[in-house]
Antibody
């Protein structure tokens, strides 16, 4: 069974950084692009970006490119999202995804003082 | 960026009815369109990919169609479990972009 489990969320103060992880299992992690999507409370979906199999190509949505960094560790079957200079607008559920499917269950990030 | 305009924003229908949801892209996305279903507190689940291909395990009452800039998701013979929010996603160009969502309520 393909499984994606996000972790690392929680409450963080404005201006601080946070790193999310996504542990993958049930498939050959090395064979797939992986990505991140977020959803602010009660809102729609926003694509953050995705990384190719060997990390040589990473695409971001332009508005987030300067504050978010996607990386992966194929030896650990883990995807990461490093977030910096967080603001209240970054409060959301963050989902990791294997290409377009499946998605993880999501992890909540709340930016507040 | 490609803009995805999804309509309607909300929809109310009865059990057994057929409904359609539309997504209009701001430019040709060459059938690179996916549809997702999201229920409260859950992550989105893929229904349709490449505009009209049914994801494994998805009931055949769901179907997708379209080309160029216009795409639609059709749900035949609505069942109670279909109450959810539906999103389209274009994966033709970067950045990927989603439609605004359609909330389907069952009467």
């Amino acid at each position: 069974e393909v499984k994606l489990v996000e972790s690392g969320g929680g409450l963080v103060q404005p201006g601080r950084s946070l790193k999310l992880s996504c542990a993958a299992s049930g498939f050959n992690f090395n064979d797939y692009w992986m990505g991140w999507v977020r959803q602010a409370p009660g809102k729609g979906l926003e694509w953050i970006g995705e990384i190719n199999k060997d990390s040589s190509t990473i695409n971001y949505t332009p508005s987030l490119k300067d504050k978010f960094t996607i990386s992966r560790d194929n030896a650990q079957n883990t995807l990461y999202l490093q977030m910096s200079k967080l603001g209240s607008e970054d409060t959301a559920i963050y989902y990791c995804a294997r290409e377009i499917s499946p998605w993880g269950q999501g992890v909540m990030v709340t930016v507040s003082s | 960026d490609i803009q995805m305009t999804q309509s309607p924003a909300s929809l109310s229908a009865s059990l057994g009815e057929t409904v359609s949801i539309e997504c209009l892209a701001s430019e040709d996305i060459y059938n690179n369109l996916a549809w997702y279903q999201q229920k409260p507190g859950k992550s989105p689940q893929l229904l349709i990919y490449y505009a009209s291909s049914l994801q494994d395990g998805v009931p055949s009452r769901f179907s997708g169609s379209g080309s160029g800039t216009q795409y639609s998701l059709k749900i035949n013979s609505l069942e109670s479990e279909d109450a959810a929010t539906y999103f389209c996603l274009q994966d033709s160009e970067y950045p990927r972009t989603f439609g605004g969502g359609t909330k389907l309520e069952l009467k």
